[in-house]
C-alpha cells in the first residue's frame, strides 16, 4: 500500500537533487572552465525506487573559456524539472487522501 508513496517520496527527492544541480550549473554560467552537471535517473525493482547519480559532462564546449554551460538550456530544464516536482507533489496529496480516506472509513 505504501509501495507507491515510497516511490513519490525517491523520485521527488531526484527532483530536488536534479534542481540544486542546475541551479549551481547556472551560478557557475560565467567560470572559466566549470562543467556542467546533470542528473541520471534510474529504476531500481527491488524495491521499487528511483536513485540518481550527478554526472559531469566533459563532452562539449560552449565558450572559448571552456566553460559549457548555456544558461537558456538550464533554464528549460529548471522549468522542465519544476513542472515535474509539481506533478509529483500532486500526487502524493492525491495518495495522502485516499489514505485517509480509508483511516477515516470514507
Known amino acids: ?38 542528473v541520471m535517473a534510474e529504476v531500481k525493482d527491488d524495491p521499487v525506487r528511483v ?23 538550464q533554464m528549460a530544464l529548471l522549468s522542465k524539472n519544476t513542472i515535474r516536482y509539481e506533478v509529483l507533489t500532486q500526487l502524493a496529496s492525491m495518495n495522502f487522501k485516499r489514505y485517509t480516506d480509508v483511516l477515516k472509513g470514507v
Do not use: H, R
Open 1 to 38: 500500500m505504501f509501495q507507491k508513496m515510497n516511490v513519490l517520496e525517491s523520485a521527488m527527492n531526484v527532483a530536488v537533487l536534479n534542481a540544486q544541480v542546475i541551479s549551481n550549473n547556472i551560478a557557475n554560467a560565467s567560470t572559466p572552465n566549470f562543467k556542467a552537471s546533470y
Open 51 to 73: 536513485t540518481a547519480k550527478v554526472v559531469k559532462d566533459l563532452s562539449t564546449f560552449i565558450s572559448n573559456d571552456g566553460n559549457n554551460v548555456d544558461v537558456n538550456t
